[in-house]
């Protein structure tokens, strides 16, 4: 089988798996990042949303062989102490419901601040449309990417 | 969890003490397990609650969390009566125990009505213990004594303890059968949004839901389903299964073709490869339409009276109105598929389940395994949504099937499409409803026949037979609140194999949007404004007319709006509760619809966590607008047509409107939260499009075609 280096959260990962796997399960199943979810297998939901560098990239659709060397994020990376502006309005936003796609729409939301600084409605919506919420929490969202855009400056 | 020994032993101990009672368990052997240094010395007065001596309080919950914050909103209520300091309180989930806990299922939008009592009974018991082991500390009497903030006061001199160093002498004594409960005018955390105890974990992927659930030595496991219903797998290419990279395994199971491999892709791939054929069955030559006009066919029969007030046969000199109004089939389309972890061991059975019935689960597995319920140990993870799916148990079935074939503990998870193709859909319905109004206007009869599969009748066919009434496939129909002299609700049983379930707010979806878009034609014939029409009606309803005034003022109803914009009403009651919506759209030329404004209102009696209650109405208004606006599911070859979500669509962000949420302050007992939200969403759109361009929908989803004018 391959050998593949991934680089996941600032460490290295030295891995034998099929080319063709996506990124998703060697997160999930074979290094432990249960963190991204999978929610559709075809890119049409965004549940497994990660960054590649610095990317959102849906982790369902990417083969392992397409990122070998790349700088991958996982939710687990973005900060595990919940220190990350996005984390910390959505704590007091209070936007998680049952939280299962919420990974995937926080590293959508941190790879929209990184490239735009103060985002209004519109950018909000045109990046997170691809999101999909069953709880809806929608609305909660867009307040907590605000805030967290204020909390930057 | 911080306590120091595991849940195993706990319940163990706890099924030696024969722990039947709620309150007031106390576990016998516990003393010579501490003494043994096996498990910690902590202070649990009941099954509930755990006080340990660095002052941390284990709540457990023995209701599912998916997302409507009841492991919050549960410990709220145990804590508020205990005196605990919110910041000592961790959440521990229940396994599951009937036993100890009584119904584990969570729906019904009934966690906290059907619990509120009891926990808040069990705080009392445990504060009422922390005040006698102090004075008894101090020597003073009880009296002199007060809780506060996880500490109890001595107040003539003002010392104190904290609960921590209380733990031992409180275990000494005996658990109170009566314990006084609080004034509700004294609750500092019961009506306060506190903030969620699972929040962190749910930002940061630390959460752990059933697909993340990691045992030693497990397998990963699939399984194929016939797409027609009642259909069976004829054959299937295991040899080409078997040829991909970490398939371990391809056989028969119950209910299809099981693939058991090492990792999730390759059980995936192996799924992909089988090349199955089918045995279709006669389910094949059906259709949507078909089943459409099964329905028709049987709606002109005989029908089973829900409800009849007055005599409908002295009206022939008002003016009758008839329509029909439809509802298609949905799915719950939980983000999370269906899955579960199991471990068949020889005489037990051990499951991690993202489930909202843990006791079916129980006896599901050791029925199965001809095992006794106490020996199926059931942990509840964390479900990624629930909304009536996890109420049954067919994942649960594959994975003991499979872990018992292969020998191994197995991760068994649906595709996305295998979700989607074998749900417990929302069952279609139609709708017939008359009125008659007076030349004064006057509502003077209301009939409203409804035909629709029978959930009962496919759970217990020989209890539910057709020809009978299925009395919650008519609620929200026969308990109609406007007040009429002369009304008949009646029943059609229509089933067919498609498999039905509970779908957030069961029938009362597609009850409320017949009954809620049918008053407000009957308002539009009358020449009365709709608000105003349902008001003259519910004189002797002070709860619906509580919620349906709050949410008409503060929507501003009867405010100017713009051409091709419109604002509807409606309301209904379920689960304990009251819900009124007011919702703003607008409607372009090329009948492009916008949901502008959603004004809700909501009365559910006494209210544990505001904030719980405002993000479930908001979440119910989204699900309802998906299943107003897209969300369809249709049978075509005798299958469902839809496969994934480009497909069954929903709502997305840039669809969300502003939501406002209030909520009418009451000392009534709580109703329900989860539910009551959904039901008024799709009539009030409806009635909004009618406002804006006075086009009358009766059939969901809303098509872009209706739009047009």
Same mark, same amino acid.
């Given at each position: ?153 | ?28 052997? /516990? ?17 509930? #609650? ?12 023995? @209701?599912? !969390?998916?997302?409507?914050? #009841?492991?919050?909103?549960? &410990? ?23 036993? /100890? ?66 733990? !031992? ?52 496991? =699939?399984?194929?389903?016939?797409? %027609? ?22 056989? !028969? ?8 491999? /090492? ?13 199955? @054929? ?34 409908? %046969? ?82 649960? =079935? ?16 649906? =595709? ?11 069952? %279609?319905?139609?709708? @017939?409803?008359?009125? =008659? ?48 002299? +002369? ?11 498609? &498999? ?7 029938? +009362?979806?597609? +009850? ?29 309803? &002070? ?65 544990? +966590? ?25 049978? !075509? ?45 799709? &009539? ?12 009358? #929908? ?6 872009? @075609?209706?739009?047009?004018?």
């Amino acid at each position: 089988m391959p050998k593949f280096t991934l680089r996941i959260n600032k460490k290295t990962h030295r891995i034998d798996i099929d080319a063709d796997t996506p990124l998703l399960w060697v997160l999930r199943d074979e290094l432990g990042y249960t963190g991204t979810k999978y929610g559709c297998g075809r890119g049409l939901c965004g549940a497994c949303t990660i960054h590649v560098d610095g990317e959102a990239t849906r982790s369902c659709m990417t083969a392992v062989d397409n990122v070998d060397g790349a700088e991958i994020t996982t939710i687990e990376g973005l900060s595990i102490d919940n220190s990350h502006p996005i984390q910390k309005s959505w704590i007091s936003e209070e936007v998680s419901q049952c939280g299962y796609c919420q990974p995937g729409q926080i590293m959508t939301a941190a790879a929209l601040l990184d490239r735009n600084a103060d985002p209004d409605d519109e950018d909000i919506d045109s990046a997170m449309k691809m999101n999909l919420c069953r709880c809806g929490t929608y609305d909660r969202i867009r307040k907590a990417i605000h805030l967290a855009a204020k909390e930057q400056k | 969890m911080s306590q120091g020994y595991s849940r195993r032993d706990f319940l163990k101990v706890s099924s030696v003490a024969g722990a039947g009672l709620i309150i007031g368990v106390v576990l016998p052997y /516990k003393h010579r397990l501490v003494a043994a240094g096996l498990v910690d010395q902590t202070f649990d007065p009941n099954v509930w #609650i755990s006080i340990h001596p660095d002052n941390t309080i284990t709540i457990f919950a023995a @209701k599912s !969390e998916m997302g409507q914050h #009841i492991r919050t909103s549960l &410990p709220m209520i145990v804590a508020e009566e205990l005196e605990a300091d919110w910041s000592q309180v961790r959440v521990a989930q229940a396994d599951a125990h009937p036993d /100890k806990y009584g119904s584990q299922g969570t729906g019904g939008s009934g966690s906290i009505r059907r619990s509120f009592t009891r926990l808040r009974k069990a705080g009392a018991a445990g504060r009422e213990m922390l005040i006698q082991a102090a004075a008894n500390k101090w020597n003073v009497s009880p009296k002199n004594c007060r809780a506060e903030s996880g500490t109890v006061i001595h107040l003539s001199t003002g010392n104190s303890f904290t609960f921590g160093e209380l733990v !031992e002498t409180a275990s000494e004594l005996q658990v109170p059968e009566n314990p006084v409960l609080k004034n509700p005018k004294d609750f500092k955390l019961i009506g306060n949004a506190m903030p969620g105890l699972d929040t962190p974990s749910r930002v940061n992927g630390a959460a752990v839901f059933g697909v993340d659930v990691q045992v030693p030595d497990m397998v990963y496991a =699939t399984v194929l389903r016939c797409p %027609t219903f009642g259909g069976k797998i004829k054959s299937f290419n295991r040899k080409k299964a078997m040829k991909i990279n970490g398939v371990l395994d391809v056989y !028969e199971i119950d209910e299809g073709v099981a693939v058991v491999g /090492k990792n999730t892709w390759a059980v995936i791939k192996g799924q992909r490869a089988l090349e199955p @054929k089918w045995d279709h069955g006669d389910f094949l030559s059906w259709d949507s339409t078909r089943i459409k006009n099964m329905m028709e066919e049987k709606s002109t029969g005989k029908a089973v009276i829900a409800r009849e007030d007055g005599d409908l %046969t002295s009206l022939n000199g008002d003016e009758k109105i008839e329509v029909q109004y439809e509802v298609p089939f949905t799915s719950h389309a939980t983000m999370e598929p269906m899955n579960c972890v199991a471990h068949v061991k020889k005489n037990s059975c051990e499951i991690w389940a993202p489930t909202q019935s843990p006791q079916r689960v129980q006896t599901t597995a050791a029925n199965a395994l001809g095992i006794d319920t106490k020996d199926v140990i059931v942990h509840i993870t964390m479900l990624g949504g629930g909304f009536g799916r996890r109420l049954w148990a067919d994942f649960v =079935t594959d994975a003991i099937q499979v872990s018992q074939k292969s020998k191994k503990p197995v991760k068994l998870m649906w =595709t996305r499409e295998d979700d989607m193709g074998h749900d417990f859909f929302r069952p %279609t319905s139609i709708h @017939k409803l008359s009125a =008659t109004l007076s030349n004064q206007h006057e509502l003077t009869s209301w009939t409203h026949r409804v035909i629709a599969p029978s959930i009962s009748g496919q759970m217990a066919p020989e209890r539910f037979k057709d020809g009978q009434l299925d009395r919650s496939a008519v609620n929200g129909a026969s308990n109609i609140p406007y007040d009429i002299s +002369n009304v008949l609700v009646d029943y059609i049983m229509a089933n067919t194999r498609v &498999p039905v379930g509970w779908w957030r707010s069961v029938y +009362n979806s597609q +009850n409320a949007f017949a009954n809620e878009g049918f008053i407000d034609e009957l308002a539009q014939k009358s020449g009365i404004d709709p608000y105003q029409f349902r008001l003259n009606l519910l004189k002797n309803a &002070p709860r619906h007319l509580g919620v349906l005034r709050l949410a008409a003022e503060k929507a501003n109803w009867g405010k100017k709006m713009a051409k091709r914009q419109g604002m509807g009403i409606a309301l209904h009651e379920s689960f304990g509760s009251w819900a009124a919506h007011v919702i703003e759209v607008t409607v372009t030329k090329k009948g492009e619809l916008s949901i502008d404004k959603i004004v809700a209102a909501v009365d559910c009696g006494l209210v544990v +966590n505001p904030d719980g209650v405002k993000a479930q109405m908001e979440s119910a208004i989204v699900y309802g607008l998906t299943s107003a606006l897209k969300g369809l599911i249709t049978i !075509e070859k005798g299958a469902v047509a839809q496969s994934n979500f480009h497909e069954f669509e929903l709502l997305r962000i840039d669809e969300m409107p502003e939501v406002e949420v209030y909520i009418v302050k009451s000392a009534e007992p709580p109703g329900g939260a989860g539910e009551p939200g959904l039901p008024p969403v799709a &009539p009030a759109v409806t009635n909004a499009i009618f406002a804006a361009i006075g086009k009358r #929908i009766r059939s969901l989803p809303i098509k872009l @075609k209706d739009l047009k004018v």
